[in-house]
């Protein structure tokens, strides 16, 4: 989801992801990811805990790498510090 949403960012120069937003604050799903990614898991793991389709779950998780919330070993993704404070920011606005 996340890819498409860059396709439509080059299209009208919106810089708004599906998991992370305009003003860089992780999304829902961007959270889910997120909080089932505290222990190091895989895309397929993570996709049947949080219930987002896979292809939702692999988009989400190369921009939640590339915005280094996440990071990955041996096929295992985790969340970063960054990423925990992304979590806590977000917490923190509700």
Known sequence: MCGLVLLQERAIG???????DANGNVTRSGE???????????VDATATETGLP??????AVRE???AGLLTEAEGLFKITEKGVEKLEDRRARR
């Open 32 to 42: 889910l990811i997120l909080l089932a990614m505290m222990e190091p898991a895989d």
């Open 54 to 59: 896979l292809f939702k779950v692999r988009s």
């Open 14 to 20: 919106v810089k708004d992801m599906a998991c992370i």
């Open 64 to 66: 939640l790498s590339k």
